[in-house]
């Protein structure tokens, strides 16, 4: 699974999830060229369809408990300038969230290559492993 489907299954099961994170996912696709090329060929034209897979979208409407999420994204990733990804979309709907809270984390130099997940994976395992520690000190 790439970063937008993590982000948009986490979204659509409130309580499912207490932790999700992404490499340079497409956050807004139905803001960006690819997520309406995609979305018009997968969804057809209708754009209040789209709004069920795109994590902004998600976002805004999600009312259930906290869920943190975590983004690494690379500065010198392509798609990242070529206003492909568009994490900052993210961040700014989660400004408006009571629940959700987005850590986006640029880091310099970095393209969108295997080389740039594995620098930044364990930050993931650790992001992730926070929340899975309280989950089970919670438990009886």
Same mark, same amino acid.
């Given at each position: 699974m790439g970063g937008h489907g993590a982000l948009i299954s986490a979204l659509k099961r409130p309580g499912q999830y207490q932790s999700v994170s992404a490499f340079a996912p497409i956050c807004h696709p139905s803001a960006c060229p690819w997520g309406n090329k995609a979305f018009t060929g997968y969804l057809g034209p209708d754009k209040e369809a789209w709004k069920e897979y795109d994590a902004c979208a998600l976002l805004e409407k999600y009312s259930g408990p906290p869920l943190m999420i975590l983004v690494d994204q690379g500065s010198?990733?392509?798609? !990242? $300038? @070529? +206003? @492909? !990804? !568009? /994490?900052?979309?993210l961040v700014e709907a989660s400004q408006k969230s009571r629940s959700v809270s987005v850590v986006l984390q640029m880091q310099s130099h970095y393209d969108h290559s295997f080389y740039f997940i594995a620098s930044f994976i364990g930050s993931h395992f650790a992001h992730h492993a926070? #929340? !899975? $520690?309280? #989950?089970?000190? $919670? +438990? /009886?």
């Open positions: 010198a990733d392509n798609f !990242l $300038t @070529q +206003k @492909q !990804l !568009l /994490p900052e979309d926070k #929340y !899975l $520690t309280n #989950y089970f000190e $919670t +438990k /009886p």
